[in-house]
């Protein structure tokens, strides 16, 4: 079955701290993995997604075949980096839009 | 440019109430879907449409009825709303093609009584 998952509801750390937001999948195959964030009173956006081997506001995402995981990480957490967190999968054979989401982690970065 | 625009923002209905939520979009994009968001639950797909005439079921698409009758409207119809259609709804679209991103609506937060 495909599945993601995001062990840590909730995730609090302070300013200039490094945070690594953890995520999992189960997928046969080559997976497309994506990192969506939904700041407060905004809507949900594309962060970042694997193929691109990118980096987003500090932001990177290794994906590890080996451990089934796309972690999300930055060295240095800054307080406008508090939202909520997704990790999704596309979906095997779906339409590009057909993701599968994780349940969320809500980052919070304290002052 | 608009992009993904959903209407109402707020909306509480009675249960056995029916409702259509409203999605729209002006990218010229193929791909529109319907996202429930529950608290612990992250987002489930509940409906979508690959194009004009075509939408297909996800993974949580019983009491909700959808159409596509052009490629900018995808509206989500509630047939006889229940307490656990509570929730917060996205509607979003993509270009079909490699790695394009979704892009996601304001959301709809509804409410059943």
């Known amino acids: 079955a495909q599945r993601v998952t995001q062990p840590e509801k909730l995730l609090s750390v302070f300013k200039g701290a490094p945070v690594e937001l953890k995520c999992n999948y189960s997928?046969?195959?080559?997976?497309?993995l994506f990192w969506y964030v939904q700041y407060s009173r905004q809507r949900l956006q594309l962060l970042l997604r694997?193929?691109s081997r990118e980096s987003i506001k500090g932001f990177t995402a290794d994906l590890n075949k080996g451990e089934t995981s796309f972690h999300l990480k930055k060295p240095f957490a800054q307080e406008e980096d508090s939202a909520m967190y997704y990790c999704a999968l596309k979906k095997y054979g779906g339409s590009q839009g057909n993701l599968i989401f994780g349940k969320g982690t809500k980052l919070s970065v304290k002052p | 440019n608009a992009g993904v625009t959903q209407t109402p923002k707020f909306q509480v209905l009675k249960t056995g109430q029916s409702m259509t939520l409203q999605c729209a979009q002006d990218?010229?994009?193929?791909?529109m879907s319907w996202y429930r968001q529950d608290p612990g639950m992250g987002l489930r797909l509940i409906h979508y449409?690959?194009?004009?005439?075509?939408?297909d079921q996800g993974e949580v698409p019983n009491g909700y009825n959808v159409s596509r009758s052009t490629t900018e409207d995808f509206p989500l119809r509630l047939l006889s709303a229940a307490p656990s259609q509570t929730s917060v709804y996205f509607c979003?679209?993509?270009?079909?093609?490699?790695?394009?991103?979704?892009?996601f609506g304001n959301g709809t937060r509804l409410t059943v009584t």
């Open positions: 979003a679209s993509t270009r079909e093609g490699y790695n394009s991103p979704l892009h």
């Open positions: 694997h193929i």
């Open positions: 997928y046969s195959g080559s997976p497309e």
């Open positions: 990218m010229n994009h193929e791909y």
């Open positions: 449409s690959v194009g004009a005439g075509i939408t």
